[in-house]
């Protein structure tokens, strides 16, 4: 069972692969991200637990989103879903009620097959996802071990219809013989209405323990999202880009490490009933700002 506890104690063994960060000591508390905005000029938003829980989007957050942008702030949102292609990520906020424009949502996955190589690839991702972005050399990876066997690297976008048994059919190849793996979300859980869903880097976590040099993950806190937030934003300073998000890990060590400010929202994500203090104190991990809800 999933809890925040567990999902904290896991990225902290896993955060050897992380990025190397010389983060905060001190986290002030502000009421609103209106409080800041003399000192950040982009605001960049996880989505889960800071914009939205599950399908439900949060209450305030599309107002303050068009508050922000109408005191001149740049807004981005920023995702480690990679369910979607980016016409369904971009669906996916619109149905929220959110104001934004497409190019200011960027997700891993994105960031994940920019980093296709050639090849047959195995894919890990939901039934419903029809693999339209992806190269013509694919094949969905299910119950068959003989379709794990005859692929040359693997793609991991989603946990849908993933489970302990094609975990073990996934293990076992890499063990026979082991390939390229690309997680295109790197978050161990997200928040949902009830609990917390699995997500790809728990899995690929698991993967990474007996074969490292083989496994490269996409998205928060890896590089190459904040670049891609950084080309889209070509005239701020990194200090004065602020990210916001709900977990120490993911949102506030990656952005850190890039040399953003950093906001973190508790109180429908990871630490939601929690005082995140003992966390940050754990993990040596303290963001700039802290609020309940941006």
Known sequence: MLTTQTIFDRYEEVRVRFPKVDAQKVTVDIQSLLDITDEIDAFVFD???????????IPGADRRLDQLCERGCAIRILTNAASYDRHGAIDKFKRLGLQVADDEIITSREAALLHLSSGHWGVIAADADPLQDLPDTVTRLGDDP??????????????????????????????????KLLIANADLAAP?????????????????????????????????????????????????????????????????ARGWRTVLVTQDGLFTGYDTQSFSAQSGLFADWRLARI
Not at 154 to 170: C, D, Y
Not at 227 to 251: F, K, Q, W, Y
């Open 192 to 256: 949902r209405d009830h609990g917390f869903s699995i997500e790809p880097g728990h899995f690929g976590h698991q993967v990474a323990d007996l074969f490292p040099e083989y496994v490269r993950f996409f998205g928060k806190p890896f590089s190459e999202v904040y670049e891609m937030i950084e080309a889209s934003l070509p005239n701020v300073p990194p200090n004065r880009i602020a990210m916001c998000g709900d977990t120490l890990h993911t949102d506030i060590l990656g952005a850190a």
């Open 47 to 57: 989505a889960f637990g800071v914009l939205n829980v599950g399908e439900t989007l």
């Open 146 to 179: 003989a379709d794990y066997e005859t692929v040359d690297q693997f793609l991991f976008l989603a946990t849908a219809n993933w489970s302990r048994e094609r975990q073990s059919l996934l293990m076992a190849a890499m063990q026979r013989r082991p390939r």
